[in-house]
């Protein structure tokens, strides 16, 4: 029972440089959300989508892009990474707002 | 501006004892909060849930309580055993996606 997968677990880039964080569930959501977890903050949401075809801006967006690529895959774009944008970033998914998010184990992510 | 506090970032408590861990809010208008448990390298795991409409809500060793009137939230854990070692996280929302997380309180359970 896979639930919520992110990949990569672990990736290091250099300033500028862009990439893909990769999220997909396999418990038929409709809500799919991206979180960044630093240091004393907690989890701060980047963006979430609350179904296919559709996303939103969470507390965070700034520096991001995401696709909702189809109901189970929920991608996380850094076009042009900065060190600010170092973190551990989680996806998580959910049937709806008030019901409980589950998470994938989290990206970590170091921009040097 | 942090509207889900979490004022103690680690507490100690002995196997067997009860544990309370506390979360204060500041928007009146959140009506749903949970707690999520986390350990190292792993991503939160959902504990229990109540919405503003109970006080109470229990599910085995866990019980969460919710003072409406002080804008307070608390977790307890009885009896505490050490596998309970991990940070507690409550979160709120107004109904809709958008969760806000406390920062976090380390329990850890002394054998």
């Known amino acids: 029972n896979a639930g919520v997968t992110q990949t990569p677990k672990f990736q290091v880039l250099k300033t500028g440089q862009s990439m893909t964080l990769q999220c997909a569930q396999d418990m038929n959501h409709n809500s799919m959300y991206w979180y960044r977890q630093d240091p004393g903050m907690g989890l701060r949401l980047i963006y979430y989508s609350a179904s296919e075809g559709t996303t939103d801006k969470g507390e965070v967006p700034n520096g991001y892009n995401v696709s909702r690529l189809n109901k189970r895959e929920f991608s996380l774009r850094l076009e042009s990474a900065a060190p600010s944008q170092t973190s551990v970033y989680f996806c998580?998914?959910?049937?709806?707002?008030?019901?409980?998010?589950?998470f994938g184990d989290g990206t970590r992510l170091s921009i040097l | 501006d942090q509207q889900v506090k979490q004022n103690s970032p680690s507490l100690s408590v002995q196997e067997g004892r009860i544990s309370i861990l506390n979360c204060d809010y500041t928007n009146s208008m959140f009506d749903y909060f949970l707690w999520y448990k986390k350990y190292p390298a792993e991503g939160p795991t959902f504990l229990i849930s109540?919405?503003?409409?109970?006080d109470k809500n229990e599910d085995g060793r866990f019980t969460v309580f919710l003072n409406k009137s002080a804008k307070h939230l608390s977790l307890h854990i009885v009896p505490s055993q050490p596998g309970d070692s991990a940070v507690y996280f409550c979160?709120?929302?107004?109904?809709?996606?958008?969760?806000?997380f406390g920062t976090g309180t380390r329990l850890t359970i002394i054998p």
């Open positions: 998580a998914s959910s049937g709806g707002a008030i019901r409980p998010q589950h």
């Open positions: 109540i919405s503003s409409i109970k």
């Open positions: 979160a709120a929302n107004f109904g809709n996606e958008k969760l806000t």
